[in-house]
Every structure is written in C-alpha cells, then in structure tokens.
C-alpha cells in the first residue's frame, strides 16, 4: 500500500478493511505522519517503523525462510531508503542485516563488513549520487545485486538519474536495478531472489 | 569477454590465451563475423550462436543444476538480445528455455505459455519499444523478473531508453532492470538468482 | 476552460460572462476548491465533480448521440484525469462508460471487462508509471485507442514522461497519444472520433 | 510488416508465405530497394508505391468504406512518411487524398485546401521541424487530427522530439500524436476512426 | 533591474541608489509585491504595471524614436511576459503595440490583425505550449520576429521548452529565440533591432 | 533551397527550373559535391563557394543597400556555418564582413577587431562548445547580436546543444538565437535587421 | 558536514561531537538558521558566515600555507556557491582573495583584475546562466581554473545545467568542472591544488 | 593542434608551420591514420603514438620538472583517451606513470597500485561505463584527482554521459571532471596543477 498520493482519510479506510485479513501481511509504505496516525487508528498495534516511513501489520513478521538479505545504505541520508527494502524483505519472510556508511569513499569501511557481506543469497545496495557502491560490491560477492538509486544529492545528481544511470551500467555483472527510492520494489525483489528452495518450481 | 570495441586481432589473441584454461567457460559476445572467425581459428571447436553474436568455450556447457531460467522475447527483434541472455545462463550451468513472440499486443500468447513461466525460477524478458512486457509478466508469476530492455523501435523509442524507463516504473513488484541490450548481464544475473542452493550461504 | 493558471476572480468573471449563453456546454476544468466556489457563486446549478476537479455549466449533458466512449484508469491515481476525459466526453454529447483499476499487472481484470471495451466505438486509457495498458488494450479491441499519460508514479516516472515515452512506442497500432494529464483533450478527441454519423461529411 | 530491422532474406520469406492468404491485406512498410526487390520476386503483382517505402499485397485495395481520409504533408521532406500514412488507409479500405507543401509559413496554401480538409472524417497531419501544422488544420476543422511527427529536420529538431513535443501541446483540442516517422500507425489509427458505421458497435 | 533571486531589502537599496540617475531609465523586472512596495518606497512616482512585474522610473519612457515594435501575445497566459517586452521596447525608447490572444488554434484571429504586424520594424511573438504562432508571423511579415517562449502549459510542455524546440525550428526564416520567459531580452532586442536609422553606423 | 535532403537529381530539377527566374536569387544551401555538379550543370555561372556549401544564382549579388552585417567565426571549424550566414546576407542585400578566430580563450583578439564590430548594424556570432563569444560581443556592441550555435565539438558538447543552451542564457541583453548550424537563418535574420530605412514602415 | 538534508536537531548533535575534536576543522555547509542556531548552541564560538550558508569551527582558519586561491563570483546571485568555496579553502589553510561582479558581458571588469587573477595558485570561477567565465579566465591566466556552475538563472539555464555544459565544453584547456552550487567541492580541489609544496611527493 | 574535424590536407599544413619554431612542443591530438601521414611528410621525426592518437614535435619531451602525474585507465578500452591524457601531461613536462585496468569492480588491482597513487600530485582517472573509480580513487589519496569520462560502454552508458554525471557527483572530495574522451585537457590540466614551484606565483 503506497501511501503517497493518498489522503489520511483513503489511507484509513483501508488500514480499516485490512483488519480483516490478519493472516496476510500488509505494509503502508511512503507514510507521513498523518498516514502512519490514521492507519495506527485503526490498527492500533501496526508497528511502525517512522525512519522507513512504514507500517507493518500484523506487527509480528513471519518467521524467517530462505536466504540472507543484507541491505547496505551507502550513506546516512540513504537510511530511510534503505530501511523501507529491510522491512520489506523481513516481512515478506526473510532474515535481514543492514550494513550503514560504507560509501565508496571510504573503502575500508566496505571491505571490513566483507565476511557479512558474503553470506547474503542477495545484497541491497542503496546509494545517491554517483551511484557506485553496486559496482563495488558486485565485484565482492557473488550473490546477486539489487541497485537501489535515491534521490540523495544534488545539482547534477538529478534526484536520483546520476546513480542510476552509473547502476545501469555497473562495470561487475550481477546487476539490476530498480526505481529510484523504490525500497519497497527492492526489499520485494530480494525477497522473492532470496525465497527458500520449497518456493522454488521443480 | 566483450567484442563490440576490440579488433578481430585483439579478440584472436584472448582466444588463444582462454586455451589454457579449458576448465573454466568462457563467452564471447557481440561477437561479428570478424571476432567470430578469429576465435574460431584459435578455438576451432567454440559453439557459435550467430543469432546470439556470441561464441562459447569449451563448447559444451556444465551440467546443468538449480533452478529454470526461462527467458522471454517479446518479439522476434528481441531474438538476439534474448539468446545472449539464454546462453549465458546456460553456460553459467542452468537449465533455460526460450519463449518468442508472446507482445503485450497479443495478450493470448502470453497466456499460453503461463504453464512454462510459472515453473521458472527466474524469468528474464527481453522487450523493446514500449518494454511492456516484464510488468505484465511479473503480474503472472511468484517469480524475479530480470527486466532486458532492448534498441528494437525508432523515433520516440529513443534507441531503448523508452523500454527502460517504462521497466523501471513497472507496476508489478519484482522487476529489476539490466542495461538496453544487455543480454549478458541478464543472463549473468538469472545465472546467480537460480544458483543452486549450496550456493546460498548458511 | 482551464481554471489552473488562473485566479478564481478571472474564472469567476468568465462564469458570470458565461451565464448569457445557456445554449453552449462551459467546462471549468483543474478546478481546484478556490476557482470552483468563485464558478458556483455565478452559477450555482453549475455541476461540480470534485474528483474531476471539474464543473459544467449548463448542469445537463446534452442527449447522447453517436457512439460509447469507454474510460479505462489503470490504477485508482489515474481516476481524477480519466473522469475529467469522460466528463469532457460526456458534456459533449457522448454516451461514456467508466473502467477502473485494471492494470496490467493484474490481466484478469482487464480481460474481465473485454466485453464493455468491445462495444466502444473509441477507448480512452489514463494510465501512469509504466504507461503499459494501452498497448495491452489496442491489442484487445478493434476500436482506435487515446493514451493518456497521467504524471502518477516517481523517480524515473518523471512526471509521466515515462508513460508517455511508452504509450508512443505502443506495440499495437491504433493508438494515438495526448499530453500528459490532459483529460480534457482525450475526452474531446474521443467525442470527435465517436461523434455520430451525421456528422461525418459525405 | 515492418521491414527495417530485417533481412531482404527474411523478408522474402514471409512474403511467400503470405501468398497463401490473398483474403487479407499485406503491407510491407520502411521496404528498402533490397526488401522490395525480395518482395516481389515472391510476389510479382504486388504493388509498390517506392516513395512511400511500401508494397501492398494483393495490390489492389479493398472497395472503399467508411470517411474520408485527408493525409496533409507540412512539405515535400515530409512526403514519404505521409504517403506511408496514406497508404496504409487506403489498404484498410478508406478513401483518402493527399495535400502537400501546405506548411504554416505559407498559411494561404492550408487556407486554399480548407473545403477538402472539412469533409473529413479524419485528418492526419505529418510535419517536422517545428511540428506546428496540426494545431494549425485542427483550429479549422471539427474532425479528430491524428500528428505525425517526423525526423525532418536538423539541430534542435532533435530527429522529431521538437516536432513531437510541439504536437503534444497542441493549443486546439483534437489532437492525438502517433511516433516520430510513424507514417503505418498514423494511416491505421485514421482508418479505425474513419471506419464505416457498422463498426460501430450498437 | 532582474528583482527574481533579491531581497526586498536589496531590490530597495538598488531603488535608493537609482534616485541619483533621473537622467537614465532603470526598468525593475520581476518585481513581486515586496520588491514593488520596496521599490515605491523609495521612488514614490515609479510606474508600475503589476501584470508585467515591473516597474520604471522616471515614469514616462523618452520621447518614442525609431521603429514601430509590435508585441504579440498567443493567449492571455502570456500576457505578463508579452507585456514585459513590450514595456522594456517602451522604455528605451520605441513605440509599441501590444496584440493579444491570436493563438494558431484561431488563424482569422491573428490574419486579423495583419495590416498592424506589417507596419513593425520588428515583432515579438510571445506563445508557450507548442510554440507555434512566430512560424505564423513570421510567414505573413517581412520584418524580423522575436520569438519569446513562455512556461505556459502543462506536462509535455516541460515549463517552455517544447515551445522553444519549437520556435529554434520555426520553418520560416526570419526568426531568432531568446530564453523562457525572457520578455526583458526579447524587449531589448526589439529595441535595438528598431533603434532609429542614426544609431545605425555609416 | 536547402539541399541537405535531398538527390542531386532534385536539386537539379529545381535549378533548372530556376533558370527562368534571374530576377529572383536563388541559393542552393548544405550542397555537397553532388549537389554542387547538378547546379553547375543547369547554371553554370552560378557562384560556388564550397567552403559555405553553397551556391547563389544569379551569380552576383545585388547592389548593398542598409547597416553592415558583420560575421564573427569562434574559430575555423565554425567558418563553414559562418560563410554560409555571410553568403546569404550578401545576396540579400547587405555589405558584410568576416571575422575570423577570436575566440574567448583569446580576448585580445576579439578586442582587437572592436572598431569593425561597432561598425556592425547588426553582429551574427557563430560557435560551438562553450558558445560563450555571443556573451561577450553583446557586451562590447550596442548592435543587436545574432547567435548562431554550430555542432563543433564533441562529448558534452552533444552536437551543439551546449553552445544553444549557453546563448539562450547569455549573460548580456540583446542576444537572440538561431538552430544550430543555421547559417542560412541567421543570415537572413540579419539581412531583415539590417534592412535599409524604406523597408521601414512608417 | 552538509547539513542541506539533516534536521537541525542531528546537527546540532554531530556539533556536540566536535566540539572534543578542537584539532580538526569542521565546516558546517549549507546551513540555514535552523541549523545554524543549533550548531551555535554547541559551539558558542564557531565563526558564522551566512551569506555563504557555513559555519567553521574552531573559528580561527589554520596559518596559510601553500599557494594563493583566487575565488571569481561572475555576478553577484553567484556569491553565495563562491563565498563557500572561499571560506572552505580558507579553513583547510590557503591564502584566498575574493573577485565579484566580472562577468563576461562586461569584460573590463575582468581585465581590470588581471594581475591579481595572474597571481593565483588556481582560480575558482563560478558562474551560472551562460557559464561563459571560466573560459574567459582560463585563457588569462596560466594557473588551473576550477570551474562551478550555479543555479543561477532561469529558464533554459535549466538550474545549471547550461552553465556546467558549457564549463564542460570551455575552449581554453586548463578548465575543470564540479557539481553545480558546489561550492565545498572546489573550494576543497582548489585547496588540495594550491598545497604547499611538502605536500608534493617527490 | 586537434586534428578529428581537419583534413589530412589541412593538418599537415600546419605541420609545415610548425617546423620553424622547434621551441614550442606541438601536440596532434586526435589523428587518424590519414593524419599522421600528412604530419610524418613533413616532420618525418615527430614522435607517433597511434594508441593515443597524437603526434608530439620536437619528438623529445621536455626534462621533467614538477610532481608526478598519474594516469589511471579503469579498464582497457579506456587506454586510448588515458595514454592521450599521459602524453599531453609528459610533453608539457611532467613525470608521468600509468596505471591500467583497475576498474571497482576489482577492488584489489586499485588497492594493490596505493603506494604509486599516493606519490602522484594528481591522479587523472580515465573511466568509462558506470564511472565509479574517481570517487574511489579520491577517497584513498589525498592529492586532486581529475575525472576523465570515457564514452566507452553502450546502452544507458549513452556515449559517456552516465559516467560524466558520476564523476560529477563523486561522493569524495576533490574531484573535477573535463569533458568526455577529452583526454588532451585532463593532461593539461593536470600538467598545470603539477607545475613545479616556480611556476607558483609568490
């Protein structure tokens, strides 16, 4: 459920009709403040998770299947981004780990979370700018990448078309790329890459 | 090993130096007629595909193992970009199967292979002009669509960059895009998502 | 005429202007609350459709003649633009069918609706983000398709232009696209298309 | 039949197989002098109209039904394209007529062709450069104008963007906008409007 | 005078600073209520046109020399930048006429006024959306046209730049382009362009 | 005539034609070689200067009358385009002169040539890359400037995109622009500017 | 630190921080006066310069060292992006002098500061609109120039963009270009060009 | 003396200029295989390297003097414009060494050259494709590093655009970009900043 172009009022109604499904899990995403108070209204225990924007109710996420998810934000300003396609994989039903700050500027910061960083059955990498860390970490591990561009930046970073134009064009293979602040399509995304073998068709 | 910039000259001498080391596979791709011949001499036995431009090394690929990656072309423009992707998966050692011609105007085709699509653990589809296809793919199945834009169109297709931004916006979740033509990289990407599950890290 | 730009005293002063000629339908459209309370304030049986951002005034569609112009939204974003091209399409004369919430992402629902979308003699689909379901309706129908772009979606949706980009490289013929967000000129352009025999010169 | 990307070999080939249906209509678009050479050494009637880049088979065209198309070239450059447009409604079953060289730096030659424009159930218009004919023809007709845009032009014309972009905001209503050089979309779109009255569905 | 990115409080220093140089005019361009009251404050008989967003002093333009500017505006949307233009070609000297609401949708309105456009030395055409109507002018008049592009219009438009594509292609010769909304520039070039014949050197 | 389009068999055809009108010049503008022998083979005395790509006949222009058009090349890759403008103004009329290579990177140059450019009634400005001597010039005249983009450069300068977008924004007022490579149009401007006081309206 | 996207009450943490780090210098940028307050609030002595948006801490800039940094404001909107260069280069301990109000339409201006600009280590030029400056200045002087594009202007000055085009095509050699408004940027690369000479490896 | 736009005729008269002033290093940049027979004719000692495109004359560098320029190629087909940048830098008398193919996406190549990096008092870092090792390269040395796009890659690559906004937006520290495949300017440009102390204005 995207919140975004939604009124408080649309947002509650259906927060409302959802409470009738508690066996599937719904999430609101992009929620501001008047989202996150009118869903919380209605589905008073969502856990809400003001930093990713997003609620998740039922609050308990299902127990973990499948692979790894690491989700890596290249900068703080890429935190929220990030934590949206965190949430979304872990209530989709896999284990995560987010790994902050480890900008291609500061490689050593990168390489020092390496032994995590393997383990994943796929990365998230969320970056502005110049859009290199998936480069990077493709060329780290071999699970897959999925290039999360954000809108952080400025000037000729263009809101996002800059990292995402660099993530179109990784140098490592192993790269895809989703919409701009799309945290939620990656964290879906991962989910499904990383789903366990039983979901896998013989 | 990527053709499209280098001399037959220079593709023949990465033939012969890949003879030595019969272990590990080897592709060539965007591989014209001149890089074809210049392997073909060093490596008399490569497989060439020339529909796929690409050339392979030693010609018989592994045995396959994990999950089905099933390729999609829209149309049969979309061929060669779509074979380049099938044999890199399947040199990559994973089972693959191609659909064509199933365009979102023809809606029916589509449909009649939603038995093929829904066995895949992983489908790429590989789609130019109005790149509609991997959201209406990704509509049909549970699983990871690697999303191919290609160059097929003119005009306002602006040489795939309508495809790709079409992709990048899809409606359904599960979409992640690839460079335009990049038929490699889908390939490579479809490759790691369907790895068999030893390769997924405990 | 297009209230956006303007102040509600300069659409209120077209409003009274337009009192004196009951005898031509006035639509008032990107009505936003300011312009419509200065419409109403002239002509307070004026016919107001907030969600269409949209009065006419006389408040009667005239009798319906020629043949049905069918509304598809793909998403429920797309409504306030597809109301504004049926309500166009209607104050003009035309019989006009709604259709909503039919993405591509999920078909069954478009393909649940195939028998409406037969019987029009034009198909006028808003639709955002991918821009994908006019290709997938020209595919469906015989009757020439109008694509409207809406600006629904973010990042490199940016602002419809996406969608736009896509409906202009649909890959089924028989569609043709307006400006983005421009009801008003699909709804006109469907009732020219569907106008009724009479009025097509021998 | 878009013969552009395709070989003269691939192309004789669907021309032979198209010789078992002489019920339906063939048009062979963008034919080049090698694809029309392949073309009719399958089918040595076929009609070949070079200026357009076209051949029809069965070379004569249907009875005609339906309203009269109007094709309008803005000038002599923008003649293939038209033609293209034309052809396609002639093959489909329409009337048609041609108007070249009536581009809006010489208003009086569109004036002089107005009563041939107003009996039209369609009018396209293909123009380049600054794309400024179809605002011009719609101002004076009640018909629906399908803009053609094409890629005459240099500099700033960007290859029909400009041309494009100036259609899409065209300032009269009834105006939709087919790709850049899409003489066979335009001509298609036109005869689907200008069909006869039993297409119409009740 | 350029008022946009100032301070009321710098556009008011600029006005007390002026006072010493009754013998020059300064012209105060996009000026909004803050700068103009800053600006009166100071220089209390300055001559304000609130629809241009300017204002001037001393108030009264010299005595008019040199050539007749005619400024010309497509809608009423581009009444205040016309106006700008027009003011500016005023206060250096040159005598003005202002034509408004003569878009290409309407050709009697513009063919109209022709006596008028043929007596200028010069005409500035001032349009947005499809830039069309200084390809008009300039086609009907000997003299040359300024072509002026305004941010009116809505998606496609791209806030002036598909009218400037437009105007850079207009297919009449004669024509020159100066910035989006630029009526300032396009006032002054008029100016110089008409500027009596003993400024023009031997 | 612009040739660039079209076969030299065409462009014959019309000098033929032409041949009946020496009252009447005629310039046969972006003629190659082929372009150039089919002229010469209809009017042989028609003047050639292929360094402009273009023909004039009949071969002397007429006697000058109005302002000094002056014509200023950035450097000797912008002197084709250059010629082209000067050539046109020529046979439009005016007395012209050429300036050659002063670019900004050489200020001295550009100053160097101040007494001639302050002749000018009116100054065409022809570059490429940074487009930045239109800037400069207008700042150094009281003429109106013509700027006049070429396509030399490479990269970011994508095919003159740059050196227009620079001249829309020209720091100095009474600059207008032209397409790029608009040698013919900004000659032609020019000579309308420069016109003599009788083609003054009174 | 770049406080443009971080709440004031973050910054003001990350203040509280530094204040244990007196041997470092931190320069807060962008800094509006929320920010602003609450960096003042934790380190009462930080030295404030709010034209240029920057706080710096400790307040007293290292002893210079190395070469001079000349900062070149093309207009005055310019001085902000060219303040925050300064002070940055002067906090990481170069000399630096300051030169406004140059631009390149009024060229004396810029000759008029020839010596000092020949005096400098590097040259820091910012400019918006035309970005014509750092041509001009480049083939002045013999130093590197750093050219900054700002956002200043409007229109087709596309919030820099024309600018950073141009800087990026500039005909004298020795020119560089950084972000658009990034004025911590150059003043950093100016102050690394400009080290004094044990900084140079031998 | 850049040569791509001159013909072989052209370029060797220059070359033949040039012979009388044995003082000045000239440099052919660009050259074409025509080229550099035109330039070999008539300075048959001129120093040819056909992998960088250039001609240097008098073929013996100056002694070096200055820091150390390091030129850093990303991958090999970057080698060209890298080895263009080195020789500029070396013939204008700088110590120069080259650093190949250690793209990000092999993060241990770049690591494994650190030492030699971080002797240089500039890095030039030529990098096509996603554009990612500027910002690497700049995070680990403390010298100015010069970002040189490539337009090696294809697809959204778009001729070195996606790597020019990266670099533009290089999430470290001083970094400035030149133009794409300007390889001439980045050995300039660092040459200059390189220049030894005297050459430092006191």
Request: aromatic share 4%; proline share 9%; net charge neutral.
């Amino acid at each position: 459920m995207y919140c975004a172009g939604k009124t408080p009022g649309q947002v509650g109604a259906i927060a409302a009709a959802v409470r009738a499904r508690p066996d599937v899990v719904t999430l609101f995403t992009r929620a501001g403040p008047g989202h996150a108070a009118a869903v919380l209204r209605e589905l008073p225990d969502a856990r809400h998770d003001p930093e990713a924007a997003l609620l998740a109710w039922p609050p308990q996420p299902p127990a973990p299947a499948g692979g790894l998810v690491v989700v890596v934000a290249a900068g703080t300003s890429d935190l929220p981004v990030a934590r949206e396609a965190l949430q979304t994989a872990r209530y989709l039903g896999r284990r995560t780990e987010l790994v902050v700050d480890v900008g291609v500027a500061g490689l050593h910061r990168v390489l020092g979370r390496l032994e995590l960083l393997r383990r994943a059955r796929v990365v998230v990498v969320a970056a502005g700018m110049d859009g290199a860390l998936p480069s990077v970490v493709a060329g780290l591990v071999a699970a897959p990448v999925v290039a999360l561009p954000t809108s952080v930046g400025y000037g000729a970073a263009f809101d996002g078309l800059a990292a995402l134009l660099a993530m179109m064009n990784a140098c490592a293979p192993g790269v895809a790329v989703v919409n701009i602040d799309n945290g939620y399509g990656a964290g879906h995304l991962a989910a499904q890459i990383a789903a366990p073998a039983p979901a896998e068709p013989a």
